[in-house]
């Protein structure tokens, strides 16, 4: 699915652009939602069709991926993004994902593990990937937990927002800022600033830049992660280890 996972970038990189207020931009985004929907359904039905055991096997929620190329080496910058771990640690886990995708919030309990068998060792230094063609409510929780960060509380609206998947519609956050301990009015402003959107622009660029283009994605020390398995996880951190 490249051509959608490339309209994907669109339009959150549009809803980010500094032009989202107003009723003739509501009216574009709600355009271009539609056409995205319906690009994604009929490429998934002509990939279906030429592959139905990969259509038993797709999970909802996220962009198919390209094969992992195990001699390739991302380049990948810590930047403004949280991280979580020993800042010293040798290895760096680099997460792109998005809120509102399902294998994204499957992931969670395995990289609990793993950061939890390498306490001392691995870092995770994650970075927003709203596909905002196949959900509707990622750059808003995007943005809520970059402004969370804003204060102090990234890592405590990451688990809240994934905890609630289901309701991550805008009327909804405040609820959780206040959940949190955040102050409400200042994660308010924060969420709607240009800050803030420009560093999760910056995460899609980068993204875009390296060739990612599905959620979850896992670069470990440079490479990437094939299947999402604790032993895959071991494999590429004990040889990035022993180098």
């Not at 509501?26 to 939602?33: T, V």
């Not at 959940?179 to 420009?198: F, H, M, P, T, Y």
């Amino acid at each position: 699915m490249r051509h959608t996972a490339a309209l994907a970038f669109a339009l959150p990189l549009l809803a980010l652009a500094g032009c989202e207020t107003g009723s003739e931009f509501a009216d574009l985004e709600k355009d271009q939602r539609e056409i995205m929907y319906r690009v994604g359904k009929l490429e998934g039905l002509v990939q279906q069709a030429g592959n139905p055991s990969a259509a038993a096997a797709a999970k909802p929620g996220t962009v198919d991926a390209a094969p992992v190329d195990p001699k390739k080496t991302f380049t990948i910058g810590i930047g403004a993004s949280p991280v979580k771990g020993p800042a010293d640690a040798p290895v760096t886990i680099v997460e792109f994902s998005d809120f509102q995708c399902p294998p994204c919030g499957e992931s969670r309990a395995l990289i609990k593990q793993v950061l939890a068998t390498y306490p001392k060792d691995v870092k995770l230094v994650y970075k927003t990937l709203p596909l905002a063609s196949i959900h509707p409510n990622a750059v808003g929780a995007a943005k809520a937990a970059v402004a969370a960060g804003k204060q102090g509380k990234f890592w405590e609206m990451h688990d809240v927002l994934y905890e609630n998947q289901d309701a991550l519609d805008a009327d909804k956050l405040p609820d959780y800022a206040a959940r949190i301990g955040l102050d409400v009015e200042r994660w308010k402003r924060d969420a709607a600033s240009s800050e803030v959107q420009q560093q999760i622009s910056a995460d899609i660029r980068e993204a875009r830049d390296n060739g990612i283009d599905s959620t979850p994605t896992f670069i470990v020390n440079g490479k990437q992660l094939g299947d999402r398995s604790l032993d895959n996880f071991k494999q590429l951190i004990d040889a990035a280890l022993k180098r």
